[in-house]
């Protein structure tokens, strides 16, 4: 669910002090589009947040919500609205937030 290579790499690109300020940076801002989807967003919307969220993901390391972003985004962008599992993305957040501040990898303690 979490890369945690990509983990490791961020903070060593940045630091721990600023790593620990991109992580709650990433959180508000991911937060944030999630309240927007469980709003049941207006389709004009969804390949954008998609897309917001993908990078964001993909960036701390997030790889299953990654991935799952990039589907819906895909969806999205062909109109497919009725193939994207918003509620899969919802879960797939809270169980990678949830990995990622037990630290299930070498990432957090460092």
Sequence with gaps: MISWDRV???RDEVGQDDFLEVVEIFL???DEVMERLKASPPHSTLESELHFLKGSALNLGF???SRL?????KDAATNNFD???LPAVLVTYESSKVEFNNGDGPAIAA
């Design 8 to 10: 490791n790499e961020l």
């Design 28 to 30: 508000e801002e991911v």
């Design 63 to 65: 790889a299953a919500l």
């Design 69 to 73: 972003c990039q589907r819906g985004e």
């Design 83 to 85: 193939a994207i599992d």
